[in-house]
């Protein structure tokens, strides 16, 4: 499916996932607003799509840990359209580390902010485009860690705390908006293979039952779930976990 039609804004994707995710979406011919922590993150991000030949494409500094920087993300995707019609929540910062005590306060602090408060302003803030949009969808990449009784990540409780809100206000989100045709779509990810969509890995990564899970899958499900007909509301994709690793399926940059 193409999506010449869709305009999609992307947190955190100066790298990783998120970086994916714009990529992809680019090249499905997507209008892409990508933002990143630093404006640089997001440039680099911008101008390899640019180089693909995708011009439609934008770029923007956001900390998701700062409620002004959000506002203002916002407003500025505001000033170049009227709509949006895909919102994907991809950033949150990950804290690795089982011990409580292992964490300082000021990263216990950011690792809540960015996952929790950023994913609830971002909605915030975005909403009014996308109910300016005939088909919006709000997309969360949150975590396996954000699944009740999940203990086999080695993040830090402060990451869990995170994913937990997000789950959290995902649910609530999919019925109070609902009435207003926007669809609420979460991933539930454990660790993840994310090779580079530019590289040849992309294509040659294995991908069978016994592998684990991997980026080009996840983009798939968001794919398939907000090309569904409108009455198809897929709430969420839960993933088995193949193997024991620390769950860095999100980062915030």
């Known amino acids: 499916m193409r999506f010449d039609n869709h305009r999609v804004v992307i947190t955190a994707a100066g790298r990783d996932f998120g970086r994916t995710l ?24 911008r ?10 494409v934008h770029a923007f500094a956001c ?11 916002a407003a500025d995707v505001g000033r170049h359209t009227g709509r949006i019609d895909v919102l994907i929540n991809n950033g949150s910062r990950y804290l690795h580390g089982p011990d409580l005590q292992s964490a300082s306060d000021a990263d216990v602090v950011d690792t809540i902010a960015s996952g929790a408060t950023g994913t609830v302003l971002t909605v915030k803030n975005f909403l009014p485009l996308l109910l300016g949009s005939e088909k919006p969808d709000v997309v969360n990449m949150v975590s396996a860690c954000g699944t009740a009784g999940h203990h086999r990540s080695e993040a830090h409780d402060a ?8 789950a959290g206000f995902a ?20 660790d993840f293979d994310n090779p580079d969509p530019l590289a040849e890995e992309w294509e040659n990564t ?16 968001i ?16 993933f088995e976990q193949v193997r024991p690793a620390p769950d860095t399926s999100t980062h915030d940059d």
């Open 22 to 45: 714009a990529i992809r979406l680019a090249d499905l011919g997507a209008e892409v607003f990508l933002s990143a922590r630093t404006l640089a993150a997001a440039e680099r991000v």
């Open 47 to 56: 101008d390899e799509i640019r180089g693909r030949g995708h011009q439609q």
């Open 63 to 73: 900390d998701l840990t700062d409620p002004a920087s959000i506002r203002d993300f």
């Open 159 to 166: 990451f869990y705390a995170a994913k937990s809100a997000q």
């Open 171 to 190: 649910e609530i989100l999919s019925k109070r908006l609902r009435p207003q045709g926007v669809r609420v779509i979460s991933l539930y990810p454990p």
């Open 206 to 221: 294995p991908r069978e039952a016994k592998d684990a899970l991997t980026a080009q899958s996840l983009v798939e499900c």
């Open 223 to 238: 794919l398939f779930a907000v090309a569904q007909p409108r009455d198809c509301f897929i709430k969420a994709f839960h």
